[in-house]
């Protein structure tokens, strides 16, 4: 089946058409529980690369099935922990492994109380595919957007802005986004003179990823990754 990959509103939910997220969505390998990533740029000093601004931390985590459980985003100073944002989103999965149910939570540090932001469900049909998507404020449970996936053959063919009573909308929330690109933050230059070294750990993941453009390192990253 053709997939179907979208994120309500910022970094909520990378899907396929049944909505089953999991461990190979993200292209791990293994019985992965924790998957921490931490991109830096680096800079030369002294004649030899270091590393240099910390860019950001996402992390996520599955349950014992593969299943995706919880991603969290860390942005500001590494260093403090009154300084840094944090994005949560937890997933809650029906008994076919569907998610069914997004709560995005924000703080504004580590030691601040998250708060509801968001909460998305979702509908499906007969055969697993996701056909409704609705968004609420989570400060009241109001309606905040939502979209209608429709489906020909049980091939993915068009979505439908909707208002909250589930008719048809004229507003285009532009939402539709591959959640696992937005994850990784992939860096991609229009330029063929630019190259990646990979570090990999006996599983088969990469545990360090170096981007180099002109035999320059700018940016790269590094994965720590718990195993069940």
Not at 58 to 87: M, P, Q, W
Not at 141 to 152: A, E, L, M, P
Not at 172 to 179: H, K
Not at 202 to 216: C, E, L, T, V, Y
Request: aromatic share 16%.
């Amino acid at each position: 089946m053709k997939k179907l990959i979208f994120a309500v509103a910022f970094l909520v939910c990378a899907t396929v058409t049944n909505a089953q997220v999991t461990t190979e969505t993200f292209d791990l390998k293994g019985k992965v529980r924790f998957v921490e990533e931490t991109s830096y740029q680096y800079v030369v000093k002294f004649g030899e690369i270091e590393v240099g601004n910390f860019l950001g931390r996402k992390c996520i985590h599955f349950n014992e099935n593969g299943l995706l459980a919880k991603k969290y985003i860390v942005r500001g100073d590494r260093a403090s922990r009154d300084t840094s944002e944090i994005e949560t989103f937890e997933y809650v999965s029906n008994d076919k492994g569907q998610i069914k149910e997004v709560n995005e939570f924000s703080q504004y540090n580590y030691r601040s109380q998250k708060s509801l932001k968001y909460k998305t469900k979702y509908k499906f049909d007969e055969a697993g595919n996701v056909i409704q998507g609705i968004k609420y404020n989570g400060n009241d449970g109001s309606f905040y957007n939502g979209y209608r996936y429709s489906y020909t053959n049980g091939e993915y063919t068009s979505s439908q802005a909707i208002n909250s009573d589930g008719s048809d909308s004229d507003n285009d929330y532009s939402y539709q986004n591959d959640n696992k690109d937005r994850l990784y933050d992939y860096f991609d230059y229009d330029d063929e003179d630019v190259t990646n070294k990979e570090t990999v750990d006996p599983q088969g993941n990469w545990i360090k990823r170096i981007f180099s453009k002109a035999s320059k390192q700018e940016r790269g990253k590094e994965r720590r990754i718990i195993y069940y």
